[in-house]
């Protein structure tokens, strides 16, 4: 491994075992009886491959970003690389201490208080306490935690948790910073201030390992990222090229995922056919029309619903709509077709994706990217600004429904 590089990944790969089985033991003297029965009976299993011969290098001074869609094995490799769990094929060489935020109250203990959990968290990166106390005013300064210091952790609303969490991490002096999607649960100020601190890290000569869904930030943090698909290392390199194969990835998704239905979210009880607009281009000011088809299922009972959501190329959610907020509610059995019209706020120039989700009184149907659109570069201020029908800055949706 060259000096000048802090981490070195050479054909990594990580599998799982997905085991299949009829029914389950319930109780231990069920499952003892099932062994004597059958003793050279298997279980069937499915091997999953989460990764699969990755390679990479990552210099110091480095902040990369890691890019993927659901399921692209992006928290994977950070369990890799903070050794919370162990590959199955490949190599990982890391110079230094790794300071790593994964998941929320990572190294917590509920029962202790916050003043405590920052030593216990300290000391479980690999701090002594001298070092610990050292940093301590600037770790509760960040967190703003001051008031709640001598609370269990077990009582602090989720923001907390993530903002002492970052805190003790970017504040003890780990040599490589590494940092799960879980910045999106603070305010805007808080997420402001860790890509500042990240931003520090990076220029001091550390290295930061990022992965989020929120685009704007990886551009602004990242200087260089890679792009993961399906457990394959698409793309490593240049912060825009990563963004740019993120983005096509969901105008080649919704068929994918249709013909991957089963993999969906949700029971499947009930499922969405298809989703499409009329035009892949449409204008700033004018209604966006979504349509969808909804297979019916004779077996299912009680009345469903439909909820989609609007984001931009950057994956930020733009608006969100409900078809119960218009009385647009049926039954499960019945198939048909439906139309979502929204009706403002303007849309900027841009690419936008549409997921849709279909609900009972638990989830369906769940379709990430179902369709996309764009909005063209033309502004066609006149003749909408005067328009009785458009109301500016208003944010209003139709839903109709016909069954079949």
């Known amino acids: 491994m060259r000096d000048d590089l802090a981490i070195s990944v050479s054909h990594l790969g990580k599998s799982y075992k997905i085991f299949h089985t009829d029914a389950h033991a319930t109780t231990a003297a069920e499952a003892v009886m099932r062994k004597l029965r059958h003793p050279t009976a298997r279980q069937s299993h499915e091997l999953v491959q989460a990764l699969d011969d990755v390679s990479f290098d990552v210099p110091w001074g480095e902040a990369l970003g890691i890019l993927g869609r659901n399921g692209s094995g992006k928290s994977t490799l950070l369990k890799l690389l903070t050794r919370v769990s162990s590959p199955t094929a490949g190599r990982i060489d890391i110079k230094g201490r790794i300071g790593s935020l994964l998941e929320i109250g990572t190294g917590f203990h509920p029962e202790l208080t916050g003043r405590e959990n920052v030593y216990l968290n300290g000391s479980l990166l690999g701090m002594r306490r001298a070092a610990i106390r050292k940093h301590f005013d600037e770790i509760i ?9 001598d609370t269990q952790v077990k009582r602090y609303s989720s923001g907390m948790y993530v903002r002492l969490a970052f805190a003790v991490a ?4 780990a040599d490589i910073l590494a940092v799960d999607e879980v910045l999106a649960v603070g305010d805007l100020a808080f997420q402001a201030k860790c890509i500042q601190k990240m931003r ?3 220029t001091q000569g550390r290295c930061v390992l990022y992965v989020s869904h929120q685009l704007q930030t990886v551009s602004a943090l990242c200087s260089s990222a890679i792009y993961l698909d399906r457990g394959h290392l698409s793309y490593t390199g240049e912060v825009e090229e990563a963004l740019t194969r993120y983005r096509q990835s969901f105008q080649s998704g919704s068929e994918q995922a249709l013909a991957e239905a089963s993999r969906r979210g949700g029971t499947g009880e009930v499922r969405f056919d298809s989703v499409w607009v009329d035009d892949e281009a449409l ?11 909804i297979r019916g299922n004779d077996a299912a009972s009680g009345s469903c619903y439909i909820r989609a959501e609007v984001r931009n190329d950057e994956g930020v959610l733009i608006c969100q709509c409900d078809s119960r907020l218009v009385g647009a509610i049926w039954e499960c059995a019945q198939g048909g077709e439906g139309t979502l019209t929204i009706r403002g706020p303007w849309f900027v120039p841009g690419l936008y994706s549409v997921d849709v989700l279909l609900f009972k009184s638990e989830l369906l149907d769940a379709w990430t990217s179902a369709c996309s659109f764009h909005v063209v570069t033309d502004l066609p201020y006149e003749g909408y600004a005067d328009s009785a029908a458009y109301e500016y800055g208003a944010a209003l949706a139709e839903f109709e429904y016909k069954v079949q």
């Open 283 to 293: 204008n700033p000011a004018a209604p966006k029309q979504i349509h969808f088809r």
């Open 200 to 202: 520090e890290v990076s």
């Open 141 to 149: 300064a960040f967190a703003d935690v001051e008031r709640f210091l």
């Open 170 to 173: 970017a504040h003890l002096d």
